[in-house]
């Protein structure tokens, strides 16, 4: 049963995050940020959250995810009450701060719990992600129509109050055993992990899924705002790559497996080089729900393959600390994407920065493939 506590935590706490996407880059566009300050809003902000998403990783190995997760709620709660009065740049700045501090503690925190759960690996993780992105599809799906009806003040206050019912959620959550090693620092697992290839190597497939999940919460609305859409059809729009993440979660968490000669992260990589570059050549509604759900699909079972890389390739006692390291390829796109996005879309336009965003893309997967059976090496 309090398996059924975290998962509903999760979905509680990804409605929140879901909500966001929609909310927090139209509020900045509708005070009149340009493209440029909007991408700095969502990119600046990474610099903490890579390092506090590694304090973050060491901790739940420490203390628990449990608690971890719990405090995450609450940030959450503090930083929708804030954007409430919040008004110009910096005021924005600082309640984006808060929401990537929360992103920072839950992602290793919940990451590492669903890897100890009873069962299959794969299928645990593809659970989590699962509800992960129903969350997410069912809060930016709702945003859209809160905006629409009650404008941002009310969207925030929902948000305030979905924080508090992911807590109520997380604190029914049965603790899981820790066993940190006697006498180590807090930090200290970091240095042999990153001396590991196949770290190194998850670290970049994380920043590759990770992309399309950056251009989620900032540009994906504004291209299609860009593109005539209300708030109510950009929500639903944004929401399909949260689908398509559902899908990937539910069903490739049986299949996803990891080592030298499988094609997933390749394939995968293709896929969202090609649904993120190809997304704004046709301005019609299917082709992009299209492109949304391809790219959903794509990313999803790339981030299953990193997840379940690092913690086949780590030990329980550190294994908080090695996902938070795929964090950090989390945290390398958020705060790469945006800022590179806002500047292109400044210089050449919106349309001309999603096609340098697939080309940047399909470097990556390219380089994937390289370095795929270098990782696997046994030194």
């Known amino acids: 049963m309090s398996?059924?506590?975290?998962?509903?935590?999760?979905?509680?706490?990804?409605?929140g995050l879901g909500m966001t996407w929609l909310v927090?880059?139209?509020?900045?566009?509708?005070?009149?940020?340009?493209?440029?300050?909007?991408?700095?809003?969502?990119?600046?902000?990474?610099?903490?959250?890579?390092?506090?998403?590694?304090?973050?990783?060491?901790?739940?190995?420490?203390?628990?995810?449990?608690r971890i997760m719990l405090v995450s709620c609450w940030i959450v709660v503090l930083s929708a009450l804030w954007f409430t009065q919040a008004q110009g740049f910096w005021m924005l700045m600082a309640g984006q701060v808060g929401l990537v501090v929360s992103r920072a503690a839950f992602w290793p925190a919940t990451w590492a719990m669903a890897s100890e759960l009873p069962g299959s690996r794969g299928i645990q993780l593809g659970r989590l992600n699962a509800v992960t992105n129903v969350g997410q599809i069912v809060g930016s799906g709702a945003c859209g129509f809160l905006l629409a009806g009650g404008g941002f003040d009310a969207t925030f206050g929902v948000m305030a109050a979905i924080g508090v019912a992911a807590f109520a959620a997380g604190l029914a959550t049965r603790p899981l055993p820790r066993k940190p090693i006697p006498g180590r620092k807090v930090l200290a697992a970091y240095g042999p992990l990153l001396?590991?290839?196949?770290?190194?190597?998850?670290?970049?497939?994380a920043y590759l899924s990770a992309l399309p999940f950056s251009l989620s919460m900032s540009f994906y609305p504004l291209l299609l705002a860009q593109y005539g859409y209300g708030e109510a059809t950009?929500?639903?729009?944004?929401?399909?790559?949260?689908?398509?993440?559902?899908?990937?979660?539910?069903?490739?968490?049986?299949?996803?497996?990891?080592?030298?000669?499988?094609?997933?992260?390749?394939?995968?990589?293709?896929?969202?080089?090609?649904?993120?570059?190809?997304?704004?050549?046709?301005?019609?509604?299917v082709p992009l729900g299209l492109w949304m759900l391809v790219v959903g699909l794509a990313s999803?079972?790339?981030?299953?393959?990193?997840?379940?890389?690092?913690?086949e390739a780590s030990k329980p006692e550190e294994r908080g600390s090695a996902l938070a390291l795929g964090g950090l390829g989390w945290s390398v796109s958020h705060m790469s994407t945006p800022l590179i996005m806002g500047f292109l879309a400044d210089r050449y336009g919106i349309v001309e920065a999603f096609y340098a965003s697939g080309i940047l893309a399909l470097i990556c997967a390219v380089a994937i493939g390289f370095m795929r059976p270098w990782a696997f090496r046994r030194p």
Do not use: K
Request: aromatic content about 10%; overall charge positive.
């Open 234 to 285: 950009s929500g639903v729009l944004v929401a399909l790559r949260a689908v398509g993440a559902v899908a990937a979660g539910l069903i490739a968490g049986r299949f996803v497996r990891t080592g030298p000669a499988t094609p997933w992260p390749v394939v995968c990589g293709v896929g969202v080089a090609a649904a993120v570059g190809l997304l704004p050549v046709l301005n019609h509604v």
């Open 3 to 15: 398996h059924t506590f975290f998962f509903l935590a999760s979905l509680i706490w990804n409605f």
């Open 195 to 205: 001396r590991e290839r196949i770290i190194r190597y998850s670290v970049l497939c």
């Open 300 to 311: 999803g079972a790339m981030t299953l393959y990193f997840q379940i890389t690092i913690a």
């Open 24 to 66: 927090v880059p139209l509020y900045a566009a509708a005070q009149g940020l340009s493209n440029a300050q909007i991408g700095m809003l969502f990119s600046l902000p990474i610099f903490a959250q890579a390092a506090l998403n590694l304090l973050g990783g060491a901790y739940t190995d420490r203390i628990g995810g449990r």
